[in-house]
């Protein structure tokens, strides 16, 4: 069963190769049957593969199947190679499940657009990228499919590219993300020159046996990666990308923009979790920056009109509250969080979709409203989505990841009550500006009249998703209510075990209590300035500070002014430097001969005439007297 | 015919090619131009049967023929060209005639 396991990258992929080469001349439905069916394939074999994962282990908990050697250059060799393990294994089932039946719902949602076939090649070519980033078994591998992502996410974001603001999103995107995979190219480098070879079990066993804790090495090389995850899943400093990014469509955004791409950042740190683990430093700098982004962008989620905006920036938050757990080193809560957030994530935007689908393709919340009864199975899922992104407590699956990271940023022997505190406030933004928005789209009156009710295939993704961002959770029970932790006994040989030094039934049951009451607080304050008293929301709406917050603490200002504008200007200056001139001067050089040489063609017989009879003329002197 | 030198036959053919060629240059109606390349090609067959006689060999003679002939083809395209050239511009001016100039 394990030998499948080359299988699940490769379907999409060719399913991309089929639609790419032959997507103008098949059929839609045709289209849409490659398109969704790779994936399909895909999955149930993951799903196969992790079955038999489960049921019998393979010998050391993880399963390498090596394709062929990709090439040798000296001693370095890197091959084509899948490894999977507990880590790799949650990963691909998240993409490609969650990845199918984001397909299934674009079969539906983009039925009407002229680049149907062109959409699902991309988004094929995707799921073949990413599936290969988590199951690379070298660094190199996983930065082909690290790049091939962020490819397939410039090509979707600019998916309508007759917009030229679509196009510059794209640009955006693709540009902000580049600076940090200079970073992580720099620190594969730094491991190739060190250890000579980029497999990541050898890198991980060398680098425990060889590094001292705290070495400036692995600060430097830990910090290098940082900045490609930093990058990818758009976390402080390089966040402003994400928000822009949802110019593409909406399932785009489903998939990549919120449940897998930017994850990948997640993946990478809690893969390198040993050369992380060997730098204090650097993992504390881990869960400042997740602290702070889930801060920032959780603020600047409130103030935002475009509902898809709302999300995003709440994407950015949710993966703050990850790149925490991983700096607090409750490595199995960061991937327990990834996998509920990309449940009622890809939820939440599949509904948004649906929305904007039923509103002329509308995103202001403010033109929406009194949903809640047009759209049936769009509102009870959404409301299970956001309950969960809220953390309702018990009954959603974002209760157990969430409180379990907050449990640790305060337990856990690197964490502290300042990264609690963090994590509180922003649970309760969270709860405040999703149920804002729920308020605003589903409640209230009527705005705009419906223009699109979903059919099954859309109604299929969102009650799948559904019932995951509820019932997803209960596979791993906080510690105070007994022992059930079907995630974290699967990735515990993966990880160090988290060393907590507050512990203790009640106090954890305290802090779960602290962490309901400030959730249900924040539904009923959103409830409270939305519904009953909408002035002052509105008269907040024109004040300074949330025009602060909605233009995302004013990084685009700050970015434009410090880098764009000198770029711009420098370039400007040296738009005709020297060795451009040479180049220039051959052309200009060429069409000064030809406007010469075309004045002797003046089209008077008599001129060649005597052209001819002077170089007879000179031609015969120099025979004769040369 | 043996009292004839060759440099005068030389000459006579000399003076014959430059008042063709003078011609070519200097006239600007198509069929002057032609006559006078004609007188140009029977220049240089005198040429060629004063060389012949000089070394009394037929190939001079021999020669004269082809370009005789020569000269016949090569005057019947030309009229051709001319005729058309007059229902197309309806003038023989050499200088009008410029359109494919560069």
């Known amino acids: 069963m394990y030998g499948l396991l080359w299988l699940i990258p490769i379907v999409p992929f060719v399913g991309f190769l089929i639609l790419a080469l032959f997507g103008g001349r098949i059929k839609r439905q045709i289209a849409g049957i490659i398109g969704v069916g790779s994936v399909g394939i895909s999955a149930l074999i993951t799903i196969l593969v992790g079955i038999n994962f489960l049921a019998s282990p393979p010998n050391g908990g993880s399963f390498t199947q090596v394709l062929y050697s990709w090439f040798r250059v000296g001693n370095f060799a890197p091959s084509i190679a899948f490894h999977l393990d507990g880590l790799s294994l949650v990963f691909i089932f998240i993409i490609t499940f969650v990845g199918f039946l984001i397909h299934l719902y674009s079969a539906e949602y983009m039925q009407d657009d002229e680049g149907f076939s062109r959409f699902f090649a991309y988004m094929n070519l995707f799921i073949g990228s990413m599936t290969t980033l988590v199951l690379a078994n070298n660094l190199l591998l996983l930065y082909l499919g690290w790049e091939g992502v962020g490819l397939c996410s410039y090509l979707l974001i600019g998916f309508w590219y007759t917009e030229p603001e679509n196009g510059y999103a794209a640009r955006k995107a693709f540009i902000v993300t580049r600076v940090g995979d200079t970073a992580m190219a720099i620190g594969l480098f730094l491991l190739v020159r060190t250890f000579g070879t980029l497999n990541i079990q050898s890198i991980l066993h060398s680098a425990s046996v060889s590094w001292p804790v705290g070495s400036s090495i692995a600060l430097t090389v830990s910090l290098l990666l940082l900045g490609g995850a930093v990058g990818k899943s758009a976390q402080l400093p390089l966040q402003t990308w994400l928000p822009d990014a949802m110019a593409g469509p909406t399932p785009v955004s489903a998939l990549i923009h919120a449940a897998t791409m930017v994850t990948a950042g997640v993946y990478l740190i809690a893969r390198m979790n040993v050369v992380f683990t060997l730098s204090p430093t650097a993992q504390l700098i881990v869960a400042i920056i997740g602290a702070l982004t889930l801060l920032l962008a959780g603020f600047s989620a409130l103030t935002q009109k475009d509902i898809k905006r709302v999300l995003a920036y709440s994407t950015i938050s949710q993966i703050g509250y990850m790149f925490l757990a991983l700096g607090v080193g409750a490595w199995s809560a960061g991937i327990f969080h990834f996998m509920t957030h990309a449940f009622f994530k890809a939820l939440l935007f599949l509904g948004a979709g649906a929305v904007i689908l039923a509103q002329h393709h509308k995103h202001n919340m403010f033109e929406m409203g009194g949903l809640k009864d047009k759209l049936p199975v769009t509102f009870w899922t959404f409301l299970i989505a956001s309950a969960s992104l809220a953390a309702l407590p018990i009954i959603t699956a974002g209760f157990y990841s969430k409180d379990m990271i907050l449990w640790h940023a305060f337990a856990d022997s690197k964490g502290s009550v300042w990264l609690w505190i963090a994590g509180i406030v922003g649970a309760l933004i969270t709860s405040v500006y999703t149920f804002r928005m729920v308020f605003l789209t589903f409640y209230g009156k009527s705005k705009t009249e419906i223009s699109y009710h979903p059919k099954i295939k859309i109604k299929i993704a969102l009650v799948v998703l559904g019932f995951l961002s509820f019932a997803g959770g209960f596979i791993e029970l906080p510690d105070s209510w007994g022992h059930f932790a079907l995630l974290s006994d699967l990735l515990k040989s993966l990880f160090p075990a988290p060393t907590l030094i507050h512990e203790g039934a009640g106090l954890e049951i305290f802090f779960q209590a602290i962490s309901a009451v400030l959730v249900i607080g924040g539904v009923f304050i959103a409830y409270y300035f939305i519904l009953k008293n909408p002035a002052f929301s509105l008269k907040f709406k024109e004040s300074k500070l949330s025009k602060y917050w909605f233009s995302g603490w004013g990084f685009d200002w700050l970015y434009d002014k410090v880098f764009v504008t000198p770029a711009v200007f420098f370039s400007r200056i040296n738009k005709s430097d020297f060795v451009d001139e040479i180049y220039t001067g051959i052309g200009k050089l060429a069409v000064l001969g030809n406007k010469l040489f075309s004045l002797t063609q003046s089209g008077r017989i008599s001129w060649y005439a005597i052209g001819i009879v002077i170089g007879g003329i000179i031609t015969l002197t120099i025979v004769v007297f040369l | ?102």
Do not use: C, H
């Not at chain 2, 060759?6 to 069929?31: D, E, K, P, Q």
């Open chain 2, 1 to 102: 015919m043996a009292n004839i030198s060759v440099g005068t036959g030389l000459l006579l053919a000399g003076i014959l090619f430059m008042l063709g060629l003078l011609g070519v240059l200097i006239r600007r109606n198509v069929i002057f131009i032609l006559m006078s390349i004609e007188i140009m090609l029977n220049a240089a067959g005198l040429a060629f049967v004063v060389a012949g006689a000089k070394w009394s060999q037929p190939d001079g003679q021999v020669m004269f023929i082809f370009i005789l002939t020569m000269a016949a083809a090569e005057v019947s395209v030309g009229l051709a060209l001319i005729l058309q050239i007059y229902k197309r511009f309806k003038s023989l001016n050499a200088d009008n005639l410029n359109r494919m100039k560069g």
